[in-house]
């Protein structure tokens, strides 16, 4: 079947300005994670969602940023006046919940803040 | 406590060689230890994995060793090969909802 989804996969904002990233998980997989890869960094864990619920928002950078997860499936990651240091790969991953941590990643969307 | 450690930050190999990529960690409660393969333009993708109770898990070209009195792990690509370029990540989880992921290594393979 299809993998992970992300729309859009880049997106050029302005400061100040919010921003939607949007994830489509594998069917059936109902673990969703949301990670932010800086430029020439590791993956940064941002937040986990469970079905709906989120039990681990511990990677959340600010208040800024926040996420949910609709029907166990569609995921969506706002931020809120954007800041040039927000630029960077947002990457979506998602598993099934008995696959021990078998995470499988989206192709990620491009934020580039001006 | 919560960072993984990986070096080297970039690894050049000739066709055939090997290609060594270490990682450490300081959290014994870290149970679960992937590796990343990244290509440019693409999101990570699952290349191998291991759990504590075991030292060595070999895939194909691809051995990962683990060391848990060090508190070190490291993945060896064997015949390594062209197509093996691209950014490898380490990663390690300390409970069954993320990973934290090392720096990554890039790794270039020339003929």
């Known amino acids: 079947g299809a993998g992970v989804s992300q729309s859009p996969s880049n997106k050029v904002t302005e400061k100040g300005k919010d921003v939607e990233l949007r994830c489509d998980p594998i069917?059936?997989?109902?673990?969703l994670y949301w990670y932010r890869q800086s430029l020439g960094q590791g993956l940064e864990f941002l937040i986990y969602f469970q079905g709906n619920s989120a039990p681990d928002k511990s990677g959340l950078p600010s208040d800024r940023f926040s996420a949910e997860r609709t029907g166990g499936s569609v995921s969506t990651l706002t931020i809120q006046r954007t800041q040039q240091e927000d630029s960077a790969v947002y990457l979506c991953a998602s598993s099934f919940p008995t696959s021990y941590n078998e995470q499988f990643f989206g192709p990620g969307t491009r934020l580039t803040v001006l | 406590q919560q960072q993984v450690k990986q070096s080297p930050q970039s690894l050049i190999v000739q066709k055939g060689g090997i290609s060594i990529i270490n990682c450490a960690y300081e959290?014994?409660?870290?149970?679960?230890f992937p590796w990343y393969q990244q290509f440019p333009g693409k999101g990570p993708a699952l290349l191998i994995a291991?759990?504590?109770?075991?030292s060595e898990k070999k895939e194909g070209r691809f051995t990962i060793s683990f060391n848990k009195s060090a508190k070190q792990f490291s993945l060896h690509i064997m015949d390594s090969q062209p197509g093996d370029s691209a950014t490898y990540f380490c990663a390690a989880s300390p409970r069954r909802n993320k990973l934290i992921f090392g720096t990554g290594t890039l790794l270039a393979v020339q003929p």
């Open positions: 069917s059936g997989h109902t673990a």
């Open positions: 959290n014994t409660a870290f149970d679960y």
């Open positions: 291991i759990r504590p109770d075991v």
